[in-house]
């Protein structure tokens, strides 16, 4: 059983450091800040991350709107790694809303989930809701 459990653990870690190699961006974990990015076909923005703790586009009406979908949905949306959004230049699971890039949580992500497709990004059908600046997601998967 002790065994069986060493070596789990050992390629865990073995798959762990693969994926680090696979990443050539800095992981350290910085604070993202707004960038500019080239704008997704239906994005409607340049200013186009919006950082984690703020929530909200800087150049919104805060106060009038709120930013992103604030009940439950069901949508197939853009999915990119941190590590090919300009500005954020680090690796870090980020979702398009609203045409800007807001950071991706759901316990099953690992720290580089979309970095394999790089500035192409994916898309994703996902069931979530933006929570204090993150897009909190229930369920995701990438969209066939």
């Not at 350290?28 to 950082?51: M, R, Y």
């Amino acid at each position: 059983m002790l065994r069986a459990m060493m070596k789990l653990i050992s390629l865990s870690l073995l798959l762990l450091s693969l994926c680090a190699a696979g990443c050539s961006a800095d992981v350290s974990d910085k604070p993202t800040e707004p960038a500019n990015i080239e704008p997704a076909k239906n994005a409607g923005s340049a200013d186009n991350v919006v950082p984690a703790t703020g929530g909200m586009p800087a150049n919104s009406d805060a106060a009038a709107k709120p930013f992103g979908p604030q009940t439950k949905e069901v949508a197939v949306r853009e999915a990119k790694c941190g590590c090919s959004i300009e500005g954020v230049g680090h690796c870090g699971n980020y979702v398009m809303v609203e045409g800007k890039y807001v950071p991706l949580i759901h316990p099953s992500l690992g720290k580089m989930e979309f970095c394999k497709h790089k500035a192409a990004g994916v898309k994703i059908k996902v069931a979530g809701l933006m929570k204090d600046g993150n897009y909190v997601a229930e369920q995701w998967k990438i969209a066939k």
